[in-house]
């Protein structure tokens, strides 16, 4: 009900959005076409010292005017840029809190019914096997599959694991090959698990750095040497790391097969975790319908039980996390360009103003000579240059402020806030036509000012 | 240098119109000092403005030059103004903001001439004027008579054809009137036209040539000597 809610919003805002951008670029061509045209019907003018000098004089005539102007605009500059960052950061830190797995990884883990079903009683124990996992390779749409056997202890604090005189405890899996993908490590020397490695239930192990550092030297190569694993002897294949940091390192991967053979657990599984490819939600839910189906049928329990197995799906979490980052970049969208249109509107009323004051001048101006295509020029520059030191004042803020933040910020919701160059580079052409279409109405009513109303005397 | 002919314009106010010029015939000669009179109200404004390029007319011709003068773009209008033109006003209407050096350099600004050339060009008109000392000075620091020395400056620069002065001395004691008119007579004799709308009698009598406005009509030589015998009549009407 709340989705299909929001999908609403979203493909309304969508849509407001992409009227306004068009609207926008409409307004834009048109500026910049104008622009173009006085500058190249007065290329002289636009490099011109002269013309600068003039610029930088009235500016500087009206001081408190000029730092309004700026201060609004600036700050609609920075409100945009500092949200839009930190929006990235959010994102970031989504992306980052699933970068420890596999972002299209189900994991499905055998635990107790709350249905009686086929005569059996509430709060029994559901326990996978082998043939569970056999079957479940079959389904069409699953591209990587692994079980997992728990060994006993595992859970808490890992296995005591020691060689010569060192002995800590890591997290130890037992799985297949396909694991690795389900975590996303990356293996730094050696190799992962293979399917040798579980049919002939060879006494291998995948470890992480941090594993290697506590046990091994500097410099020493680990692979090829042997550990002792909760009292049994292992060789070391291959090492990994994970993007996800050293808390998902502090661990080290067996054959399910050994370990099932090694610690007592003849042929069970406690947990089916596999990948989708790139399946949508929909898909995705109609894979594990078919896993759990095929589980609820062999171990005869109600397969719309909920607690019988647990799924965690990380499509429907994932999907659900970048629908809610999409609505909250275009609210910032949003808030930010319309704190910007407001500091340019604001800029327009500040330049018409300006052009009521100067209406003797501009009258004295075209009496003088000037055509009404200087006067245009003459307030179209000056608001193009208020807007853009002022937009460029509010660019640094944004920056230094997103800086301040990354550097505050403890939290891992947000990971290193910041705009990428196209979005400060498309700010700062915004800018300039967005100065241009703030001075052009008052530029237009300065071009129409009448000499002889503006030369009468006092 | 300049003839109109039938020239006439209507003011529309609200539904009323204002026939404010009525066939005004004028020709002046190249060279020529004339003055423009008439009592407030008998269209010396709006003739000076239509000579200056400043205001369109409804009827008959304007000729400045060889050039006709007529529904010119504002373009056209603005590069006349700027090559043809030179304005002195009653209230001087120098930029507040800028030096009496930067005033005269403004209409070379407008035809592209560079900053140092400009400024060089200036220096010389101010000396001209008699203001070379004063060139970094703004208006306010000025006297009335310097600032319309200055504007004055100003209308020369760019070696206009015909200088259009509209009351230049309204807003100055006689003494100071005195030495502007010297100068506008001085310019007058280096060959160019100097136009001068007055209500001063005296200012009038400095010119070689008198122009009398009365409703928007130019006083032939029979009114004018019928208003001569009779000051009264001419003050009723």
């Known amino acids: 009900m709340l989705i299909p809610l929001l999908k609403l919003i979203g493909i309304l805002a969508g849509l407001a959005i992409v009227v306004g951008v068009v609207v926008g670029l409409v307004l834009l061509v048109i500026a910049l076409v104008n622009m173009a045209w006085v500058t190249v019907m007065q290329w002289r003018d636009l490099v011109s010292f002269d013309r600068w000098t003039e610029v930088l004089v009235t500016i500087g005539r009206s001081k408190l005017r000029t730092a309004l102007t700026t201060i609004s605009v600036a700050w609609g500059i920075f409100v945009l840029v500092f949200l839009l960052g930190l929006g990235n950061g959010l994102d970031n830190g989504m992306r980052h809190e699933f970068a420890r797995d596999a972002t299209n990884g189900v994991w499905v883990q055998a635990n107790k019914t709350s249905v009686a079903h086929d005569g059996y009683d509430v709060g029994r124990r559901i326990t ?67 399917a040798s490695d579980i049919m002939q239930r060879r006494k291998s192990v995948v470890v992480g750095q941090p594993v290697v550092q506590f046990l091994f030297g500097p410099g020493e190569d680990p692979i090829g040497e042997w550990i002792e694993v909760a009292g049994v002897p292992f060789q070391i294949v291959g090492v990994f790391t994970d993007p996800g940091g050293a808390e998902q390192e502090r661990k080290m991967y067996i054959p399910v097969t050994t370990a099932q053979l090694a610690f007592n657990g003849a042929d069970r599984l406690g947990m089916l975790e596999f990948t989708v490819g790139d399946a949508g939600p929909a898909e995705t839910q109609l894979i594990i319908d078919q896993v759990v189906g095929q589980l609820a049928e062999r171990h005869q329990f109600d397969s719309t039980d909920r607690q019988a197995v647990r799924v965690h799906n990380n499509v429907e979490q994932f999907q659900r996390f970048k629908m809610m980052f999409w609505m909250i970049s275009i609210f910032v969208m949003v808030i930010g360009f319309g704190t910007l249109a407001a500091g340019v509107v604001g800029v327009s009323n500040i330049m018409m103003i300006a052009v009521k004051e100067r209406t003797k001048e501009i009258g004295v101006r075209k009496a003088l000579g000037a055509t009404p295509r200087s006067i245009v020029f003459m307030i179209i520059q000056e608001a193009v240059f208020l807007t853009g030191i002022s ?41 300039v036509a967005a100065g241009a279409l703030a001075g052009f109405f008052p530029a237009r009513s300065a071009a129409k000012v009448n000499p002889i109303h503006a030369l009468r005397d006092q | 240098m300049l003839r109109l002919s039938k020239v006439n314009k209507y003011y529309r106010v609200g539904t009323h119109s204002l026939h ?34 400043l205001d369109e007319y409804d009827s008959g011709e304007y ?64 000396e001209r004027v008699g203001l070379r000392d004063w060139a970094d000075h703004l208006p306010s620091e000025m006297s009335g008579g310097q600032k319309q020395r200055v504007a004055i400056a100003r209308a020369l620069i760019g070696k206009p054809r015909l200088i259009l002065a509209d009351e230049p001395t309204g807003a100055l004691d006689s003494e100071t009137s005195k030495q502007i008119m010297d100068l506008l007579s001085e310019i007058h004799q280096t060959g160019i036209t100097v136009l001068v709308v007055t209500h001063d009698s005296e200012v009038a009598a400095r010119t070689q040539r008198t122009i009398r406005l009365r409703d928007g009509k130019v006083m032939t030589a029979h009114e004018l000597a019928v208003s001569a015998s009779h000051p009264g009549m001419a003050a009723a009407t």
């Open chain 1, 391 to 431: 937009g460029l004042l509010g660019l640094s803020a944004g920056v230094l402020a997103l800086e301040i933040t990354n550097w505050l910020a403890t939290t891992d919701f947000i990971r290193d806030p910041s705009i990428d160059l196209r979005v400060g580079v498309g700010a700062a052409l915004f800018l």
């Open chain 2, 63 to 126: 000729w400045l030059g060889d050039t006709l003068i007529r529904s010119l773009s504002e373009s056209r209008a603005a590069h006349y103004r700027n090559r043809f033109i030179g304005f002195v006003f009653q209230s001087f209407n120098l930029l507040p903001f800028k030096t009496a050096l930067e005033n005269v350099a403004l209409p070379l600004y407008y035809q592209g001439v560079t900053r140092r050339k400009r400024n060089q060009i200036a220096g010389q008109y101010l």
């Open chain 1, 128 to 194: 996978f096997d082998n043939r569970d996992f056999d079957r479940a390779q079959k389904i069409a749409g699953i591209d990587h599959i692994s079980g997992q056997y728990f060994i006993r202890g595992n859970r808490y604090g890992g296995m005591m694991t020691k060689r010569g005189g060192k002995a800590n405890s890591f997290e130890i899996d037992a799985v297949h090959p396909d694991a690795i993908y389900l975590a996303t490590h990356t293996i730094v020397a050696g190799r992962f698990l293979t």
């Open chain 2, 20 to 53: 404010v010029l009525r066939d005004i015939d004028v020709e002046v000669a190249d060279g020529e000092f004339v003055a423009i009179m008439g009592a407030s109200g008998s269209g010396k404004s709006t003739l000076l403005n239509i000579l200056g390029i």
